[in-house]
């Protein structure tokens, strides 16, 4: 039987392993192109909620999707269903330990696993970011005695996922993918061909598609980096970032906005380069600019503690005692993904100061103080973590409400000015 024809798909059969941000929308995608699809997940809770149809990642849109394929999905928190599938995908986490060295455990438990209960020929393809060399140094080792080629195929085709994204998701996204050997990226492209809606791109080696998604990833946190690094910069010099990278972006070439903000959070940008910089200085080379592109990223927490201080101060008051309302849990806009949010380090710090803190997240209200701004009746600041929508109804006669004294705005989603006038403190990143 030829390999994942348009013939014989409706007889292939899919397994996903790992069903959080990355797996669970593969899953529903594949379902829906009309795959025989397995979902397996340690989590038993997780597979649970899966079987209702319900899910902990707050995105409509996903629900959505849930909501019409859920029937169509085993899910599973038993291994065993991995042995009816023809191709199995490992969607598993890939996070840093607190020394920011890649984890690769739940990697290397999944593919102990898949090992155990693969169906001889299955192809076994890895979305888990991974640094250069990972597939080749590290799974095809744990995968032995099997023989590749005879009993399993191996390729890897970075995930490219933006949780919240309305224009660009896992089905219209162009993707790369690379296999140990020739056969091995030929069967996974055809297989990527016919579940997405976008160019698949077949590269000569899997170190290729291992190393696409890492420098992606690091070319967003060096030009952040550049950014939060002007911001700085321009706070002493009296200059509004946000002006400036206005006017820079009306140069039609060789400008790509980027901006500056409170933090860099997500399971992607603030983890990626710690892969590639770990992995490079095992091969005896040092990766400067990487390293101080994470340095500058992850001082940007404490600095937006220091402009709260500066702020207090400003107001005549201390940290210590002042009542402080934090806005936003999540990284990013509209999504409850906490995932290395600034919001955890900046609350560390403000905590050990002494500052009374009330925190709220509409889209994280089992983790909030309070379940509306309404409840929150006075406070001396308000910090601004997350922009999400919901927050563009804080208006300046709210605050003034709310006695508000400060507001640091880290992510300068509010308009200064407006806040200005009514003589209350505004302290952005850069402005």
């Not at 999707?65 to 169509?72: N, S």
């Not at 693969?118 to 979305?127: D, F, N, R, S, T």
């Amino acid at each position: 039987m030829q390999f994942l024809s348009f013939l014989d798909m409706q007889n292939s059969k899919i397994c996903i392993v790992g069903l959080g941000y990355v797996g669970l929308p593969l899953a529903c995608l594949c379902a829906k192109k009309a795959f025989t699809t397995f979902g397996y997940d340690i989590n038993n809770k997780v597979i649970e909620e899966l079987k209702k149809g319900e899910t902990i990642i707050n995105e409509q849109s996903l629900k959505e999707k849930l909501a019409l394929v859920k029937d169509k999905i085993t899910f599973s928190s038993s291994p065993q269903i991995i042995k009816e599938a023809d191709v199995v995908v490992v969607c598993v986490p890939t996070p840093i330990n607190e020394q920011y060295r890649p984890n690769l455990e739940p990697l290397i438990s999944s593919i102990k696993t898949v090992k155990q209960y693969i169906k001889p020929g299955a192809l076994i393809i890895l979305e888990s970011t991974i640094f250069p060399g990972t597939s080749e140094e590290v799974v095809l080792p744990l995968l032995k005695p099997l023989l590749l080629g005879t009993d399993f195929y191996l390729a890897h085709c970075p995930e490219r996922i933006d949780p919240g994204n309305k224009t660009w998701n896992i089905s219209n996204i162009p993707r790369v993918v690379g296999g140990i050997t020739e056969e091995c990226s030929k069967k996974a492209t055809e297989l990527y061909k016919l579940i997405l809606d976008a160019d698949v791109l077949q590269l000569n080696s899997i170190k290729a598609a291992e190393a696409t998604k890492i420098m992606e990833n690091s070319f967003r946190d060096v030009n952040i980096a550049f950014m939060n690094e002007m911001a700085k910069s321009f706070q002493s010099l009296g200059i509004d970032i946000s002006e400036v990278i206005k006017a820079a972006s009306t140069k039609p070439f060789a400008f790509m906005p980027h901006y500056p903000g409170c933090g860099v959070g997500g399971h992607c940008i603030p983890v990626d380069p710690y892969y590639l910089i770990e992995k490079a200085k095992q091969s005896g080379f040092d990766h400067k600019f990487l390293a101080l592109a994470r340095d500058i990223n992850n001082s940007m927490p404490l600095y937006t503690v220091n402009l709260i201080v500066d702020g207090l101060n400003k107001a005549g008051k201390a940290v210590n005692g002042s009542k402080i309302l934090i806005l936003g849990l999540a990284y990013k806009p509209n999504v409850n993904d906490m995932r290395e949010s600034p919001s955890f380090e900046i609350i560390k710090q403000l905590k050990k100061k002494g500052a009374n803190l009330i925190i709220f997240d509409p889209h994280v209200l089992e983790k909030s103080d309070v379940v509306s701004l309404d409840e929150v009746k006075e406070c001396d600041c308000v910090v601004l973590v997350t922009s999400h929508h919901d927050f563009k109804k804080i208006t300046p006669d709210v605050l003034m409400q709310k006695q508000v004294r400060v507001v640091v705005d880290g992510r300068n989603f509010f308009d200064k000015q407006s806040i200005v006038s009514k003589e209350i403190i505004y302290k952005g990143i850069g402005r």
